[in-house]
Every structure is written in structure tokens, then in C-alpha cells.
């Protein structure tokens, strides 16, 4: 029966060969084929595949940086795609890095680490357009490239962390200054309306007793308070 006959699984392609010769691109499903002349020279699968690349290349401002990619593909699916996935390219993968860093190593010069952290997704799209236009020759079709982390190095790291934590000590510090300040702006006010209110405690008492009123006298306000006195008419 193997001689006759071949399966094909979903989401999978048959290369068929008649004498070492493409004959035709066999879909899913039971297939016939000719004993002795036909044979099933390949698969190709048409599932979604990631390629994962580590690309080392160095920023305006001289800092050394790995840009991690994640590249997701898959072979069309149409006859044609298939054939030319499986005979014009032997390594796809290989080909796909290539073309990637050639995009890194490009833009990631051009920028400081601060603008390439934040370009990231723009040189992503970069390196989507320019797989997809050089894969379609061979067949591939690129679903996404994704720059997953751009990592400098662990020196730069630690420095960049010193810096951001100095800064955040200075903004405290300046913060606890001001909120110092102000506290210290609204003390008079506070001394004022207290002694305000003690003033007219005193009065109250010393209208109900004008010589006690001498010891329950809070503030050292005695000019004031002597005044008043002679303003009253009261012998204290």
C-alpha cells in the first residue's frame, strides 16, 4: 500500500517528484501516487514558526547593546509558495538573520540608547518590511518581528540605576524642603489665631474678675494688655 498510497497531515504540503522531477504540491488527506515513479520527496508544514535571534551592536553614545528578536513566519500557502519554500532555500532561518542584522546594524548606530529604547517599535516594522519583501521570493510570509528587549550592558545598567536614584533622592530632598518651608510660613499664623483666641479668654475672665485676670494672661502681650487696662478703667 505505500507504494500506492500516502497520507498528508493538516497544515501540511507533499513535495511529489516524478524521476527526481517536480510533478505537484499534494494537499491533506489520501494521496495516490505512481509506484517506482512517483515519490514523496518532502513535507513542508504550514504552522506559524518562531525564530529567536540575539543581535549584538553598539549605539551612538558608545554603549554596547544585545537586541533580542523574535521573529514569526510561516511558508504560504499557496502551490507555488510551497514550491519555491522547499526548493530555492535551504536554511530560512539562516537567511531571515541575515537580512535582520543588516536592519539592526543600520538603524541602532544612528541613535542614542535612550531613542533606540524608545524607537524600538519602529525598528521592529523596519525589519518586518524588509523580511517580508526579500522572503516573498522564497516563498515565506512574515506574521510579525518583534524586538522582545534591547539589554546593554550590566555595567551600563548599574550606572544608569545609580543615576536614576541619585535623581529621585534629589527630588525628595528638594519636595521635603519645600513642605518644611510652607510649615514654617503658616507658624505665625497659627501662634496669631491662638493668641487671638487666648486674648479673648482673658477678657471674658477679666470681666468676671478683673485680678485673676493678671495670672490667667497667657501672652506676652503686656503693652497691649496695659493699654487696654487704661482704655477700661481697670485698677489691676
Not at 519555491?84 to 531571515?96: G, R, S, T, W
Not at 521570493?137 to 512574515?142: K, L, N, V
Not at 505665625?188 to 475672665?205: D, G, I, M, V
Not at 502681650?221 to 487696654?228: F, H, Q, V
Amino acid at each position: 500500500m505505500p507504494l500506492f498510497f500516502f497520507t498528508v497531515e493538516q497544515q501540511e504540503r507533499a513535495i511529489v517528484e516524478r524521476f527526481g522531477k517536480f510533478v505537484r504540491v499534494a494537499g491533506p488527506g489520501l494521496q495516490r501516487k505512481t509506484p517506482f515513479v512517483e515519490r514523496v520527496a518532502g513535507r513542508m508544514s504550514l504552522q506559524v514558526e518562531q525564530l529567536n535571534a540575539d543581535i549584538e551592536t553598539k549605539t551612538q553614545d558608545n554603549v554596547f547593546v544585545v537586541v533580542k528578536l523574535a521573529i514569526q513566519y510561516m511558508v504560504g500557502t499557496d502551490q507555488e509558495k510551497v514550491k519555491d519554500a522547499f526548493y530555492k532555500l535551504d536554511d530560512p532561518e539562516v537567511q531571515m538573520k541575515s537580512y535582520a542584522f543588516d536592519v539592526v546594524r543600520s538603524h541602532i548606530p544612528t541613535m542614542d540608547l535612550d531613542e533606540a529604547y524608545a524607537d524600538a517599535d519602529t525598528i521592529a516594522k523596519h525589519i518586518q518590511d524588509t523580511l517580508q519583501t526579500q522572503m516573498a521570493d522564497y516563498g515565506y510570509e512574515i506574521i510579525k518581528a518583534l524586538i522582545t528587549n534591547i539589554e546593554p550592558d550590566q555595567r551600563v545598567k548599574d550606572a544608569m540605576n545609580n543615576i536614576n536614584a541619585a535623581r529621585r533622592n534629589q527630588e525628595a530632598a528638594t519636595a521635603q524642603g519645600e513642605g518644611e518651608r510652607r510649615c514654617g510660613l503658616r507658624r505665625p499664623r497659627r501662634s496669631q489665631s491662638r493668641c487671638a483666641f487666648t486674648a479673648r479668654e482673658w477678657r471674658r475672665s477679666a470681666r468676671q474678675s478683673p485680678r485673676d485676670s493678671r495670672i490667667r494672661w497667657p501672652c506676652s502681650l503686656t503693652n497691649t494688655a496695659s493699654t487696654r487696662r487704661k482704655r477700661w478703667g481697670w485698677s489691676l
